[in-house]
């Protein structure tokens, strides 16, 4: 009896056991056709460089991987996250298949799919995967760190890296998952009827979503927050043309419910695509925004062009402008609230636009309508379609502070009634160029903008509450662009809050989690207000007056645990040194720029600077310490705008012995030399292929007095030229 009992009770340990023998371990290259459960355990597997190969391939039908919360890491003798490569697990050509509980980082694209049709991803977690290094500092940007999208008919978005990129893959589903501290989280190509939803994407330094021809998906409950560049708080507000949800080419009747989308380059991204671009058709149009909250964008907090959309009951507080929708047509924005925005509404070229029942509070302008003279030449948009401004309607909206109420130009048929003004400080601003502006009341009008359509809930089980919680970061003032992106504020930082400032006190806030810090040694500053703390904290510093800039603070964190910026995870009380670092070697550079035909001598095809045995006359010189220059059409003099242009530009320098990184942002050639050695060879333009402008580094061991020299071309269009010199040790 006693013998029957011992096995009834080992009886269940059994069962476990053969249930853990089942779980099958992963192995570089194997391929996965049918269901299976994978052993929990951290698997260190490098990926091909070939973006065609992936560590795992997973082929079959109706078919579910549980990846057990097995951990996928890759490039494993990579440090940066700009150097990581290949792809980490490959679905194609398969129907029915769910992956779920997987954690994969350190690659170029965590899971890529292919031709599959009703993919669920669920559970998984695709942090710290590829992204760019930043070149742009708190002081000024680096036009090399612009995004460009607008292409990806052959997968080009995946030069820039994705957690999740998905082609051809309708019916998908993508549910609790996490995507921080990598570049783009989730991308879409051609997919359609999908869910996206109760995801966290946010923090990354490109896009949290990314969609192109991508119809009737629903996007609904994500928190796809801080998806930003190109941001210094009181200095520059670019973005980059990084957003927190892209939509482009062709996109439509798509349905975007209660996501919060703060503190992202753009909020909302929609542009109609290059198709419409050329001939007029299409766009991205029918696609309902409803609910979402884009605010504290360093550019637009929806953007959306050249396409007819809905956009009602958001909130947009405190970007540049609100809403921008040039071009836009027959789209209806109601009920929405805009708040200290420099323009709430902004939109050129729109038709038949209906603004109704929205709040308007310290906008600095709550609504600008306006036209150009004259269209571009180049854009087959406008040679196919009517661009005047015209045709609105705005009714019963709520304007509060506002310093001007509307602002038209060059505008026709506007009809503007039943709106409610408190504390504005001017109504109108119309001037000539204004037709047919109405203030009349008209029964049938108000009656179809009173009309209070019901809002579709989607049928989503357990939504989450994608605002919570966001109130405690609110402003734009909480986004922190490192090297490496936007700071997500789970690990500490020492950061400098007034860079651009000249009088020598530098401050900082040292930011983090709960702990205590010291500063554990430091060079090029004095007078150091306060040696060791507790976060958050502010101090002062005085910069020492030399010649070269070569500032360094250490600090030791100690306190609650963290997860660095890389992803690693330190544990409570644990040590975990962090810095700050500002370095800058002023050149003497003498800088001349020269003007001349390319037809008649070319630079790029002849490899010379100057045509042999002419002596050019520069048309303008001038002695500068550091080489930062961006053109927009062509560089100008007091005899005009020269469009093509050469400069040529020389200086020295005495440096102190140790590596440097040398690096130099382009477009559209350039050449370096060091000592009269040529360093850097970028004189063929046709090798960049993106609108997008270059940037190169180099290491070199330098000490004493160096000369560098520059040679650079521009063949018209937009021009830039930056040389950085950074000492790394």
Not at 177 to 184: H, Y
């Amino acid at each position: 009896m006693m013998t029957k009992k011992i096995i009834l009770l080992l009886l269940p340990f059994f069962i476990f056991l053969k249930i853990k023998a089942q779980d099958k371990p992963l192995v570089k290259g194997m391929t996965i056709s049918k269901s299976v459960k994978i052993k929990r355990q951290q698997y260190k597997l490098d990926a091909s460089e070939k973006m065609d190969e992936a560590v795992i391939v997973i082929e079959g039908d109706n078919i579910t991987i549980d990846f057990n919360n097995a951990i996928l890491t890759g490039s494993s003798k990579k440090k940066n996250p700009d150097e990581f490569f290949g792809i980490a697990i490959l679905v194609r050509n398969s129907k029915m298949v769910t992956i779920k509980n997987l954690k994969a980082k350190g690659y170029k694209v965590a899971l890529l799919a292919r031709d599959v049709t009703s993919l669920t991803i669920e559970n998984c977690d695709f942090s710290y995967n590829y992204r760019q290094h930043l070149n742009s500092t708190q002081e000024k940007e680096d036009i090399s760190d612009w995004l460009s999208h607008h292409q990806n008919e052959n997968d080009e978005w995946l030069r820039y890296g994705a957690a999740i990129y998905l082609r051809n893959c309708d019916f998908t589903i993508v549910k609790n998952t996490k995507v921080i501290g990598g570049q783009n989280a989730l991308m879409m190509m051609n997919c359609n009827y999908g869910k996206i939803y109760n995801n966290d994407f946010s923090y990354n330094s490109g896009l949290g979503l990314g969609m192109y021809r991508c119809s009737n998906n629903l996007i609904a409950y994500n928190k796809i927050d801080f998806n930003v560049r190109g941001y210094s708080h009181g200095i520059y507000n670019r973005g980059q043309d990084s957003a927190g949800i892209l939509i482009y080419e062709q996109s439509n009747s798509n349905y975007f419910y209660k996501n919060s989308v703060t503190h992202s380059g753009d909020g909302f991204f929609l542009w109609a695509g290059q198709t419409t671009m050329d001939n007029g058709q299409g766009g991205c149009n029918d696609n309902v925004v409803t609910g979402n909250d884009f605010s504290y964008a360093p550019t637009n907090g929806i953007e959306a062009t050249f396409s007819r959309n809905v956009f009602t009951k958001n909130r947009v507080f405190e970007c540049d402008n609100g809403l921008w929708g040039g071009y836009s047509y027959n789209t209806i924005i109601a009920g929405n609230q805009f708040r200290f925005n420099r323009i709430g509404i902004a939109i050129e070229h729109g038709q038949k636009n209906e603004i109704h029942h929205n709040i308007f509070y310290q906008d600095k302008e709550a609504i600008r309508l306006w036209g150009r003279k004259e269209q571009p030449s180049d854009w087959g948009y406008a040679k196919n379609r009517d661009t005047r401004s015209r045709d609105y309607i705005i009714a019963n909206n709520n304007f509060n502070g506002n310093q001007l109420v509307l602002n038209l130009n060059r505008t026709e048929k506007v009809n503007v009634f039943d709106n409610i003004y408190t504390d504005v400080t001017q109504l109108f601003k119309i001037d000539s160029t204004v037709n047919r502006f109405d203030t009349a009341k008209y029964d049938e009008i108000a009656r179809m903008v009173s009309i209070d359509s019901a809002e579709l809930v989607p049928d989503i089980p357990s939504p989450q509450n994608a605002f919570k919680g966001s109130a405690a970061l609110a402003g734009r003032k909480n986004i922190l662009i490192t090297e490496w992106g936007p700071y997500d504020f789970r690990s500490p930082i020492i950061w400098n809050t007034n860079p651009a400032d000249t009088s020598g006190i530098m401050k900082f806030d040292m930011l983090g989690p709960k702990g205590k810090w010291k500063i554990k040694r430091f060079r090029g500053v004095k007078d150091i207000s306060a040696m060791n703390g507790e976060f958050p904290v502010s101090i002062t510093a005085t910069k020492l007056v030399e010649n070269t800039t070569d500032i360094f603070i250490e600090m030791e964190f100690t306190g609650s645990a963290i997860t660095t910026p890389f992803g690693q995870t330190v544990s409570a009380g644990k040590p975990y040194i962090f810095s700050f670092k500002k370095f800058f070697q002023p050149i003497e550079f003498t800088v001349n720029w020269f003007s001349y035909d390319f037809s008649v001598h070319d630079p790029i095809k002849t490899g010379q600077i100057t045509p042999p045995n002419i002596k050019l006359r520069p048309i303008k010189t001038e002695q500068t310490k550091k080489l930062d220059y961006a053109w927009w059409g062509g560089i100008k003099t007091d005899d005009g705008e020269n469009k093509q242009f050469i400069t040529s530009a020389s200086g020295s320098a005495i440096l102190l012995k140790g590596t440097y990184e040398l690096g130099v942002t382009w477009d559209d050639a350039v050449r370096v030399y060091v000592d009269g050695k040529l360093v850097i060879d970028e004189w063929n333009p046709s090798l960049y292929k993106f609108d997008e402008s270059p940037h190169r580094t180099i290491k070199l061991r330098l000490e004493g007095e160096h000369i560098f020299s520059v040679e650079h071309v521009e063949l018209g269009g937009f021009a830039t030229l930056s040389l950085k010199l950074k000492k790394i040790d």
